[in-house]
C-alpha cells in the first residue's frame, strides 16, 4: 500500500534514500533548504512533488522523514518562521528522524511532538552513500515499537536491516557509539600504517597482513586500500558529521560517568581533524593529519 510521507532534507545520503521511496511506490512530497537540489534529485526524476517550505511538504503526510546533519537543525527546523513546520503537523502523524542526533534533543523534540500528536522515533542509518544507492542501509530505531512498525514499510524501501534498539533516542545513541569506533579505526589504522612505514613495510604489504589478521577493520579492509592508498578521497561523509557524532558519543559516556578516555580522545582528534582540515573534507581526509604529523603519506 502506498503512504504518503514527506522526506525534509536531501542531502548525500537523504537524495538516494528519498529516491528509493519515489520508486517504491509511495506518495512522496520532497523538500530542501536549497531547492535545486530538490528539484535536481533523483525523487523528483521518479515522481516526487517539490515542496515550496518544510510545512508545504507535510501537508497530506502520513509520515514525515527529517534527514538534517544535527538534532537541533531538526528543532531549528520545526521552530523556524514562527513555527511554521510545527503547525503544518497534524495529530495522528509520525516524525521519523534519519539524522545521525543526539538522544537528548531528540527526548526533547519527541516530548513537543506528543504534545500536539504527532509520533516521534530516531531512526539514524549506516552503510553510506553506496548503501543508500543500493538500498541496502541499516536502520537503527528507538522509540515506541508500534510506531517503528507502522514505518517500517517505509524504512524498508532504502534499508536491508532494520533493528530495534529500544526507547527513544537509543538509536542516536547507537549510531554515535559506531561512528566513534569507525572515527578510531580510522585514526588508529593511519597511526599503524605511518609507524609500519617508518619501519621499512610498504603500506600495501602492512594492509595485505592486517587484513588477513586480527588487527583489520572496515576502515582497514575497505577505506583504506579505495581511499587512502590511491588518494582519491571521494566526499561521501563530511569529517564535520563524523567529528559531531563522536562528541555525541564522548558526551553520553560522561553524562553516564563512565570511564571511558578513548570515546573522549575520538571526540578530541575528530575534532581537531575537523578544525584544521575545514568543513567540507570527507571523513577518509582526517588521515592526511596523521600523515602530516608523521610527515610521511600512505600512497601507493
Ligand atoms: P549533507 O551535509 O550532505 O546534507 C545536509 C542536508 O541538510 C542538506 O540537504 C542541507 O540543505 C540540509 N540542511 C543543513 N542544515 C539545515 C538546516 N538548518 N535546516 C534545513 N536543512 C538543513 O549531510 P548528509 O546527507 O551526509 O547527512 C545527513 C545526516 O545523515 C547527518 O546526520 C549524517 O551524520 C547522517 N549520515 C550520513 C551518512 C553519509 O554517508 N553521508 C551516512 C550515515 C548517516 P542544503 O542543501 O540547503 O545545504
Request: hydrophobic share 50%; with cysteine.
Amino acid at each position: 500500500m502506498p503512504i504518503s510521507v514527506a522526506f525534509l532534507g536531501l542531502g548525500a545520503i537523504g537524495a538516494p534514500m528519498a529516491a528509493h521511496l519515489a520508486r517504491a511506490g509511495h506518495l512522496l512530497t520532497i523538500w530542501n533548504r536549497t531547492t535545486a537540489r530538490a528539484t535536481g534529485s533523483a525523487a523528483a526524476a521518479a515522481g516526487a512533488r517539490v515542496a515550496t517550505s518544510a510545512a508545504d511538504a507535510v501537508r497530506d503526510a502520513e509520515i514525515v522523514i527529517t534527514c538534517l546533519p544535527e538534532s537541533s537543525d531538526v528543532a531549528e527546523l520545526l521552530a523556524a518562521a514562527d513555527h511554521a513546520l510545527l503547525k503544518a503537523l497534524r495529530p495522528g502523524m509520525l516524525l521519523v528522524d534519519c539524522t545521525s542526533g543526539d538522544p537528548d534533543t531528540s527526548r526533547r523534540i519527541a516530548s513537543d511532538l506528543a504534545a500536539i500528536g504527532v509520533g516521534f522515533i530516531d531512526a539514524p542509518v549506516s552503510g553510506g552513500v553506496a548503501g543508500a544507492e543500493a538500498g541496502t542501509l541499516t536502520v537503527m530505531v528507538g522509540g515506541p515499537a508500534d510506531a517503528l512498525e507502522r514505518a517500517r514499510p517505509v524504512l524498508e524501501s532504502f534499508a536491508g536491516k532494520i533493528v530495534h534498539c529500544g526507547a527513544l533516542g537509543a538509536g542516536h545513541a547507537l549510531k554515535a557509539v559506531n561512528n566513534a569506533l569507525l572515527a578510531l579505526h580510522l585514526w588508529s589504522t593511519a597511526e599503524g600504517l605511518v609507524a609500519a612505514m617508518k619501519a621499512g613495510v610498504a603500506p600495501q604489504v602492512a594492509l595485505d597482513v592486517i587484513n588477513a589478521s586480527s588487527g583489520r577493520s572496515n576502515a582497514s579492509m575497505n577505506l583504506f586500500p579505495e581511499r587512502v592508498l590511491t588518494g582519491a578521497f571521494p566526499r561521501t561523509f563530511r569529517l564535520a558529521l563524523l567529528a559531531k557524532d563522536a562528541g555525541i558519543a564522548a558526551s553520553l559516556a560522561r553524562a553516564q560517568k563512565s570511564a571511558s578516555p578513548t570515546l573522549q580522545l575520538a571526540a578530541d582528534l575528530m575534532r581537531i581533524a575537523h578544525l584544521e582540515l575545514g568543513d567540507e573534507v570527507d571523513h577518509v581526509e582526517a588521515v592526511t593529519l596523521v600523515e602530516r604529523w608523521a610527515g610521511v603519506e600512505l600512497r601507493s
